[in-house]
Nanobody
Framework: QVQLVESGGGLVQAGGSLRLSCAASIRSFSSAVMGWFRQAPGKEREFVAAINWIGSSTSAADSVKGRFTVSRDNAKNTVYLQMNSLKPEDTAVYYC??????????????WGQGTQVTVSS
């Protein structure tokens, strides 16, 4: 059974930082592509960032490049999203997701329950 559990969300002022974590119970975690998505109220879910199985390659949405960094620790079955210089428009529920394949934003099979990030102005 696959389980992805996000943590680290909360309320932060604009310009601040948060670090999200996603603990994964998934067979062959070290082979999985791990991604982060977000969904703001009234908007569709959007891709944020992803990292390949070994951590040697990442991708990120233009809106977060230079501010957000995705990383992983395969020994701990955990993926992280370091978010710096947060803006009010980053406010959303952030989801962790997993798949076996490429770094493209589509095709994710497994999803966490989400963690709320709220950035105040």
């Amino acid at each position: 059974q696959v389980q992805l559990v996000e943590s680290g969300g909360g309320l932060v002022q604009a310009g601040g930082s948060l670090r999200l974590s996603c603990a994964a119970s998934i067979r062959s975690f070290s082979s999985a592509v791990m991604g982060w998505f977000r969904q703001a109220p009234g908007k569709e879910r959007e891709f944020v960032a992803a990292i390949n199985w070994i951590g040697s390659s990442t991708s990120a949405a233009d809106s977060v490049k230079g501010r957000f960094t995705v990383s992983r620790d395969n020994a701990k079955n955990t993926v992280y999203l370091q978010m710096n210089s947060l803006k009010p428009e980053d406010t959303a529920v952030y989801y962790c997701a997993a798949k076996f394949g490429s770094l493209t934003p589509s095709g994710y099979n497994y999803w966490g329950q989400g963690t709320q990030v709220t950035v105040s102005s």
